[in-house]
């Protein structure tokens, strides 16, 4: 029996129970193989989540999810990424939401698919490797819209050549600080966030069981392994969302 006051309103137990398991599945699956969880979390979620609470909430869990792993792994974390990001996150954010009318989700879903396959397959260019500054304003102006913008900021992440552990590490850190700045806009926005409050956090404790799992599925592994299968979820990422853009641009 699941407390009431987990449950948001119209929220059945069945729901509840299927997205702690996605919250758990996706944190595993993020520190594992680098990118990926936060991308599934937003799929399913918004299958049953209400629209006008999805990006939002999303946001909330994934601040929690992220900073649980770089407080894990802080460490490793490649600190010069930090500073130009952040203020790239804030001025995009800002920009994000101060645009009335949303961008076409799917015009943006195929955009950035088609990034981020480019940025597998070519050598990423100087401009990721030395613009924190502009990848940070351009995925949290996305963000705003679209939600998970974590495999576009992997791209950046992933062309400082980092090793596993850094990479991962990294990658939460940055992520840590684009959702922070956005919760911050939505509140600002007028989002009742208290109304989710216990949800999310039962969400949150279910992404930090998965990421001690996931830790101990990357200590497994050799760098070599990890790039090839971070490719790999990158890739499939990539296909989804272009084949998603495409779907609701033809429907």
């Known amino acids: 029996m699941i407390p009431p006051i987990l449950l948001p309103e119209g929220m ?8 702690i398991l996605t919250s758990f599945a996706g944190s595993l699956i993020t520190v594992a ?20 609470a999805l990006i939002p909430t999303h946001g909330v869990i ?54 981020i396959a480019w940025s597998v397959l070519a050598k990423a260019p100087q401009g990721v490797r030395n613009w924190p500054f502009a990848v940070g304003l351009v995925s949290s102006f ?24 850094a990479h991962v590490a990294t990658h939460a850190a940055l992520m840590v600080v684009q959702h922070a700045v956005k919760i911050v806009a939505f509140g600002l926005l007028g989002f009742a966030f208290a109304e989710w409050g216990a949800f999310c956090a039962a969400m949150i404790a279910a992404g930090f069981l998965g990421t001690l799992t996931g830790r101990s599925l990357l200590n497994r592994m050799d760098d070599r392994r990890f790039k090839l299968a971070l490719d790999a979820v990158l890739i499939l990422l990539a296909i989804r969302l272009v084949w998603s853009g495409l779907g609701d641009l033809m429907s």
């Not at 996305?142 to 552990?165: D, E, I, N, W, Y």
Request: aromatic content about 10%.
């Open 33 to 52: 193989f680098g990118i990926g969880g936060g991308a599934m979390l937003l799929a399913i979620m918004a299958t049953l989540v209400p629209p006008a």
């Open 142 to 165: 996305l963000t705003m819209f679209f939600g998970a913008t974590g495999p576009f900021v992997a791209t950046f992440t992933k062309s400082q050549a980092l090793p596993r552990h």
């Open 62 to 115: 994934q601040l929690g999810s992220n900073s649980g792993r770089a407080a894990l792994m802080l460490r490793h974390v490649y600190w010069p990424a930090l500073p130009a990001f952040a203020g790239g996150s804030l001025l995009g954010v800002a920009l994000g939401g101060m645009v009335a009318v949303n961008l076409p989700p799917a015009w943006v879903q195929i955009g950035v698919g088609a990034f």
């Open 12 to 19: 059945t137990e069945l729901v509840f129970a299927l997205l």
